[in-house]
């Protein structure tokens, strides 16, 4: 088989697709959902599509080509199929009495609900990729580690032995779940998921509507209605960007960009990703956070580019160029409608930092904080697409690390029980990842450190969450009249 792997390789064929009624399953009581008010058009006809174009996206059997990030994990998983890189998951460590069987009739239902996690990844004759949507078929497992020696460590060794194992992309099953009892009030909720189907926004959205059918299912009440989207909208949104002129203006702002790319100022050169990670991370108090806002708004940055700027000056301590390069995710889903799909649609923006020591904290950030925000005006050019740019040029260059700002709470309640989520594996990491998880307004933020154990040992990675934590804290409450070689070198 030969694979075209031309992002314009659908033809334009247009039909329309309208999501029906499902009916409740026995439990809470949904809210009936409406059929969508606008259509969702799909850019090519293959095998099972209806003569007139409509189609129920929850009868089973609809299929759909790929979204540009679905493309993308698909040709690296195809490349290595026993691989289990493109796994992600997470657990959340639930306190107080949870019921097994709500819980998993409640994720159930928001599975089913969210429609694209039940796909199947086949091939057309012609050697095209498309996927089938129909009903998940899942395992969720109740297991019981209380009476263990060591309860929550053997309750994340079998959650990282089961993140391990490869998935066939054809069979439809690329989810699982479990709850582990790990002591009389504490359970560890499981989930693991194939980056195909989802990214960390679509997760999350995915946890927070099984809470919600988990509060309905325990209370009786009403739930409010399926919130999500279906993945063709995402199919169509991917159409119409390459289609149109935005497509070509991206794709030049970025090759210039790669144009020049510097070979150093990164930490590591990228070696083969890892299915385990080495995860540390630093906390931050509620009151250093709002010091983080306050010195935010003195600088006239929003919180998340305050601390992307915090990284950057990081990676200027510990490698000691003068100009870093790293990438930042970015959720990519610019309308409310493509906010409600969960699909991989998150990108990763490439960035070059220039520092230079004599300037003050404020220039500093502000010509970083203008940095990012041309960076999202072309925020839709796949990374991928970035990166076989810099594969073609003479010399093999690398991004360099990963920086995200999860913005979103994650910690949610199950009825009377509280649960806090704990990352697993968040995808593939080539060399290391930045990450500060922003928790609920009184629960601080954390600063996380994923690194590839072939690039570094595990003390060099808690010490990157220490240092990268340390300087967020200085920077909180520096002069920023200062010049940022004034700023405390990590240890």
């Not at 159930?108 to 990844?121: C, I, K, N, P, W």
């Not at 100022?265 to 890892?274: E, I, S």
């Amino acid at each position: 088989m030969f694979l075209d792997v031309s992002p314009t390789g659908y033809a334009p064929t247009f039909l329309s697709v309208e999501r029906g009624r499902r009916r409740a399953p026995s439990g809470p009581r949904l809210a009936q959902t409406p059929p969508l008010a606008w259509p969702v058009r799909c850019p090519v006809r293959l095998p099972g599509w209806a003569d007139n174009g409509s189609l129920d996206l929850w009868s089973g059997n609809v299929q759909s080509p790929l979204t540009a990030g679905q493309l993308e994990i698909w040709i690296s998983q195809v490349l290595e199929p026993s691989s289990p890189v493109y796994n992600v998951g997470d657990y959340y460590e639930i306190t107080g009495a949870v019921d097994a069987k709500l819980l998993e009739a409640a994720a159930r239902t928001a599975v089913d609900e969210a429609g694209s996690l039940g796909a199947r990844f086949l091939v057309a004759t012609d050697g095209t990729p498309y996927q089938e949507l129909g009903p998940a078929e899942w395992s969720f497992e109740v297991l019981d580690m209380s009476e263990r020696p060591d309860p929550d460590a053997e309750a994340v060794a079998w959650m990282r032995a089961e993140m391990a194992r490869p998935v066939d992309l054809t069979c439809g099953s690329l989810l699982a779940g479990a709850l582990i009892k790990v002591s009389g009030d504490r359970h560890f909720w499981y989930r693991r998921f194939h980056h195909i189907i989802t990214d960390g926004h679509g997760t999350a959205a995915v946890a927070r509507r099984t809470a919600a059918l988990y509060h309905s299912m325990h209370t009786g009440s009403p739930c409010e209605p399926n919130p999500f989207a279906p993945v063709t909208a995402a199919v169509e949104h991917d159409r119409a960007y390459r289609a149109g002129r935005m497509y070509a203006a991206d794709r030049e702002f970025w090759e210039k960009v790669a144009l020049d790319w510097p070979a150093t100022g990164r930490l590591r050169a990228d070696a083969p990703p890892a299915p385990v990670t080495l995860q540390y991370s630093h906390h931050l108090p509620r009151q250093v956070v709002d010091a983080v806002r306050a010195q935010s708004e003195r600088l006239e940055v929003s919180t998340a580019r305050f601390l992307i700027t915090a990284a950057a000056l990081y990676l200027w301590q510990v490698t000691g160029a003068d100009e870093v390069t790293f990438g930042c995710s970015a959720t990519s889903r610019p309308t409310r409608l493509l906010r409600n799909v969960v699909a991989p649609m998150a990108n990763l923006l490439p960035f070059r930092v220039l520092v230079e020591p004599e300037r003050s904290v404020t220039d500093t950030f502000r010509r970083t904080d203008r940095q990012i925000g041309q960076a999202l005006r072309h925020h839709r050019y796949r990374y991928e697409e970035f990166r076989r740019t810099l594969a073609a040029g003479p010399e093999q260059h690398s991004v360099g690390p990963v920086v995200n700002i999860v913005n979103f709470d994650r910690d949610l309640r199950f009825g009377p029980a509280t649960g806090v989520v704990r990352t697993l594996v968040t995808g593939p990491i080539p060399d290391l990842g930045l990450y500060f998880d922003v928790h609920s307004e009184h629960a601080g933020t954390s600063v996380c450190v994923e690194a590839n154990p072939a690039n570094y040992t595990a003390e060099e990675a808690a010490r990157h969450a220490e240092g990268l934590g340390g300087l967020v804290r200085e920077l909180a409450g520096v002069d920023p009249g200062l010049p940022v070689r004034a700023l405390g070198r990590p240890r």
